[in-house]
C-alpha cells in the first residue's frame, strides 16, 4: 500500500534518497501533487507511466529550480523564455522549447520538445535541489576515482530535474492533497509525501515557446494577458491559444474526470433535477433540495480553482449516483476552471 509520510526534514531526505534509486515519489507543488521520478533516468521515468497507465508518447513535464536549468534542458532558449522565467518562476508556468540532444525520449514523448517548470512550492524545491545535489556528488565521486588529466577542469554541474506529471491514475481527476494520491494508489509501494493542501490546486499554464510567437496550450493560474504583457516589452509578438502541436500533459479532450457521470449545468437546470438524493451538487447558490452532497462554491475564481479538485473527489466518493456543477461564468478570469470542467465532464457531452 502506498507510505503516507509527513513532507519534514526526514520525510523529504527519505524522498530524495527514493529518486536517486530510480523509484517514484509523490510530492506537493503549488499547482497539484506530482509523481516524481529523476529526469534524467529513462527506465525511471518509465515507471511513472506503468504506474499512471499513461500513455508512452504523452509527455511529462520536468521540474526543475531556476532559469539556470534551461540551458541544460532546452537547444533553444529564446529571449522570452527567459524573461518568462525572470517573471513568473519559480511558480505555475510550463515553458515547452526545443529539447537539448540527451533529453530521453521518455520525458517528451518521443518529440523535439520539453516541457519545463520550476515550482514555487517549498517541498518541491528541497526534493530537486537534494537530487541535483546527490548527482553532483556522486559525478565528482566518480571523476575522482578516474585518472585526472593534467589541466583537467572539475566537472560541470550535470542536467537535473524531477518528471512529474500529476499523481493520479491517468485522466482522472487530480489530487490536492495527499489523500488522494494514497486513495489511488493504494496498492501501490508508493511513497507519498504529505504537504497538506496545494496553494493553487489546479495544473500549471503551459506556453509553448517553441515555433516562434508564444502559444498557450494549457491554461492555468498565469494568465494569457500577464504572458502577452511580457512578451510584449520583449519582442511584441501576440499571444494565441491553441490545442496544436506539441503534445502536452492535460490537453486531451477528457481528462481530470470522476468515475461517476458528470453534467455542467446552468442554475436553473440544477433545480430542477429529478430525485435530488441521487445527485452531488456544487453551485454558486444550491437549491434547497435533499441532495446526496452538495456545497457552495466561491464566485471567486482563485479561491474555486484551489477547491475544485477536494470537491471533485468528494463528490466522487459521495453515495450520489450522478454529479451536477453549475457552469462557470463565461469571462476570461475563469477560462482554466472552465477548461477543467469542460474536460471532466467530457464524456458526458
Not at 534524467?40 to 511513472?48: F, G, K, L, N, S
Not at 508518447?57 to 523564455?81: F, G, R, Y
Not at 577542469?153 to 482522472?172: D, E, L, T
Request: net charge negative.
Amino acid at each position: 500500500m502506498a507510505r503516507l509520510l509527513p513532507a519534514d526534514a526526514a520525510g523529504i531526505a527519505l524522498g530524495i534518497d527514493t529518486l536517486a534509486a530510480g523509484a517514484l515519489v509523490a510530492f506537493a507543488t503549488e499547482t497539484v501533487y506530482g509523481l516524481g521520478a529523476d529526469a534524467t533516468r529513462p527506465e525511471a521515468v518509465r515507471r511513472i507511466f506503468a504506474a499512471k497507465g499513461r500513455p508512452a508518447d504523452h509527455p511529462v513535464i520536468v521540474h526543475v529550480l531556476c532559469a539556470d536549468d534551461l540551458d541544460a534542458w532546452a537547444a533553444e532558449v529564446p529571449p522570452l523564455a527567459r524573461a518568462l522565467a525572470e517573471a513568473f518562476w519559480p511558480g505555475p508556468l510550463t515553458l515547452v522549447l526545443k529539447r537539448a540532444a540527451g533529453v530521453c525520449d521518455e520525458v517528451t514523448g518521443g518529440q523535439d520538445t520539453v516541457g519545463l517548470r520550476a515550482p514555487a512550492h517549498a517541498d518541491a524545491r528541497a526534493l530537486i535541489a537534494g537530487l541535483a545535489e546527490r548527482a553532483d556528488a556522486d559525478a565528482e565521486a566518480r571523476a575522482a576515482g578516474a585518472t585526472a588529466l593534467p589541466g583537467a577542469q572539475p566537472p560541470a554541474r550535470r542536467r537535473s530535474g524531477i518528471a512529474a506529471p500529476s499523481a493520479n491514475r491517468f485522466g482522472r481527476i487530480s489530487p490536492s492533497l495527499a489523500s488522494h494520491v494514497a486513495a489511488d494508489f493504494a496498492e501501490s509501494d508508493l511513497l507519498v509525501l504529505d504537504s497538506g493542501a496545494c496553494a493553487v490546486g489546479i495544473e500549471s499554464t503551459i506556453v509553448d515557446l517553441s515555433r516562434g510567437a508564444p502559444v498557450v496550450l494549457r491554461p492555468g493560474a498565469i494568465t494569457p494577458a500577464q504572458i502577452a504583457e511580457v512578451a510584449a516589452r520583449i519582442d511584441g509578438r501576440a499571444v494565441s491559444s491553441s490545442a496544436a502541436a506539441p503534445r502536452v500533459s492535460g490537453s486531451l479532450a477528457s481528462h481530470y474526470a470522476p468515475r461517476k457521470p458528470l453534467l455542467l449545468l446552468d442554475a436553473a437546470a440544477i433545480a430542477a433535477l429529478d430525485a435530488p438524493a441521487d445527485w452531488a451538487v456544487l453551485a454558486f447558490t444550491p437549491a434547497a433540495r435533499d441532495w446526496a452532497w452538495h456545497t457552495q462554491a466561491p464566485r471567486d475564481p482563485a479561491a474555486y480553482a484551489h477547491g475544485l479538485y477536494a470537491w471533485l473527489h468528494a463528490m466522487d466518493g459521495s453515495p450520489a449516483r450522478r454529479l451536477a456543477i453549475e457552469a462557470p461564468p463565461a469571462d476570461p478570469a475563469w477560462t482554466a476552471v472552465a477548461d477543467r470542467l469542460g474536460r471532466a465532464a467530457f464524456s458526458q457531452t
